[in-house]
């Protein structure tokens, strides 16, 4: 690891950030607003706990990339379209993050309790639900049908893809190649369409498109390794989420996946056999075990091959407004990991 401190790490995030966001600060603050409008068309039963949600709502990285790929330059106005958009995607993504953190049995998100920790696990499942269904509502809105098409099927991959992980927890068996595929599904579905829809509404080539939604699925895939980085070698008080989940709940990301295939056998066999048998302290010497190999730094080549993968996609187009903000998500994401490669 870097000997970065903390509070570098963190400045050195802070300001990509800065400047990937202010040329779309206009498009965030009218997706804000739109957002709050759409509140009042839910039932007023559900209205305070959907507003609670959208404090959770991070960064918007998904709707930013839905401005990025559609930018015209900072002369043009964005259109209400890709504001709707945005609030489409950002809709989704948020219902997936109630139903993740029931599942996960998470308490809290941005430093905030979560939605199943503050209403309860079974309200939380209808609040996602209520988001999910205002989201396919908006999409269905839109003069082609191919929004609402692909937003409903990149619903059902999200979905599809916590099952997978789901009904495979404790299962270690499976290939490097099965947790690609759910990491695709899980996240970088939603980035995909982000980009391939944001570009397309705007106005941009069938090729761009495609290009552009590329990029999206590539990003994606390196922020859900960051995350699993995140998960085993932050400090939670950084990051402002419960972390050390994912193998409390029998999710083997790939720094595990990783030293799985480290451990001598025997040590491994003894390891897993106390997992299984719901050892709660084996989490902790699995930990332990990570930095005694240079797992994080494999980790962060496949993360930094998937942001060259991303960019690739796109460098065709670099005559196009999009792409070079579209670069500069890329290093957003990328100044991200700085945060946890600290001590």
Not at 62 to 67: F, G, K
Not at 283 to 301: G, N, Q
Request: contains cysteine; negative net charge; charged residues 25%.
């Amino acid at each position: 690891m870097t000997t970065r401190s903390k509070s570098e790490a963190d400045t050195v995030a802070a300001a990509g950030f800065a400047e990937v966001y202010e040329p779309v600060k206009p498009y965030l603050d009218a997706l804000d607003v739109y957002l709050q409008s759409q509140v009042q068309e839910l039932e007023p039963e559900v209205q305070d706990h959907v507003r609670y949600v959208f404090g959770h709502s991070g960064k918007r990285l998904r709707p930013m990339l839905v401005a990025y790929s559609g930018w015209q330059g900072p002369a043009v106005k964005f259109s209400q379209d890709l504001v709707t958009l945005g609030s489409v995607i950002e809709l989704v993504h948020l219902a997936t993050l109630v139903h993740d953190d029931i599942l996960d049995e998470a308490e809290t998100r941005h430093r905030q309790e979560t939605a199943a920790k503050k209403y309860g696990p079974a309200a939380a499942v209808l609040i996602g639900d209520v988001l999910f269904s205002h989201a396919l509502k908006l999409a269905a809105e839109f003069d082609t049908n191919e929004v609402c098409r692909s937003v409903a099927q990149a619903t059902s991959r999200v979905c599809a893809g916590e099952i997978a992980q789901t009904y495979q927890r404790g299962e270690v068996n499976y290939s490097r190649e099965f947790y690609f595929r759910v990491i695709q599904l899980k996240t970088a579905e939603l980035f995909e369409v982000s980009c391939r829809l944001g570009a397309k509404i705007a106005g941009y080539s069938e090729a761009f498109s495609e290009a552009a939604g590329l990029f999206g699925r590539h990003v994606g895939i390196a922020y859900q390794i960051f995350d699993d980085l995140v998960d085993l070698y932050a400090d939670e008080s950084m990051i402002g989420k419960t972390l050390g989940t994912d193998l409390d709940k029998g999710k083997f990301t790939l720094p595990l996946l990783l030293l799985l295939k480290k451990l001598p056998e025997q040590e491994r066999d003894r390891l897993m056999a106390r997992f299984k048998a719901g050892d709660q302290t084996v989490s902790a010497d699995f930990t332990k075990r990570l930095h005694d190999f240079p797992i994080f730094e494999e980790v962060v080549a496949t993360f930094e091959a998937e942001l060259s993968k991303a960019t690739d996609a796109v460098a065709p187009f670099s005559d196009l407004p999009p792409v070079a903000s579209l670069q500069q998500i890329a290093e957003l994401v990328r100044a991200q990991l700085g945060r946890i490669q600290c001590g």
